[in-house]
């Protein structure tokens, strides 16, 4: 998942009513992958790169990488971060390896990306993903706001998932979007 959403890097949100094409189609494509009623919903309901996104990221990066099997497809109502505290399998926050998904709250919601490390004093955790900072990037957060940790259902676990230790200075993102 981390290899598919490092290919995404850098997909902007058009500023003012502008709408980026290429993340409007992401909904298209997860209602083609996946096929279910919400899917469907979702495409028609995601008309803007205004509304929030990184559900919208998560289930593309999702869709893309399932491979038909049905525990590894996005949550039912993706575009709500919070939902994503639902899928694949609980993970300590202590064992946060490299491509688990992590959902934070936030004032209003949550938000969702893909982990890439954390820091030695397990107080801040960086990842990649969407409607960060209106783009694919990444982002070091709060680990103080941790809602849930979730593992993709590995047939095998790739060499690139373990845990690395980041750095403990740096600045924090504190709003998404």
Known sequence: ???????????????????NPVILGWADEVARTCGRPYDKWAADFYNADSIP???????VVAARTC??????????????ALAWSNWGQVVPPKEIQVGDVIVLVRNG?????L???????????????GNQRDRVCFADFDAARLYAVRRPAYREKPAGARRVILATDGSVSIEEG
């Not at 998942?1 to 709408?19: F, I, K």
């Not at 820091?119 to 960086?126: L, N, P």
């Open 115 to 129: 982990a890439v490390g954390v820091s030695a004093d397990g107080k801040r955790i960086m990842g990649i993903g």
């Open 53 to 59: 996104w990184c559900g919208l990221f998560m289930a």
């Open 109 to 113: 919601g949550g938000h969702v990306f």
């Open 1 to 19: 998942m981390v290899r598919v959403a490092m290919e995404m890097l850098g997909t902007l949100e058009n500023p003012g009513s502008g709408n």
């Open 67 to 80: 491979q038909g099997r049905p525990e590894r497809m996005p949550p039912k109502n993706y575009l709500a």
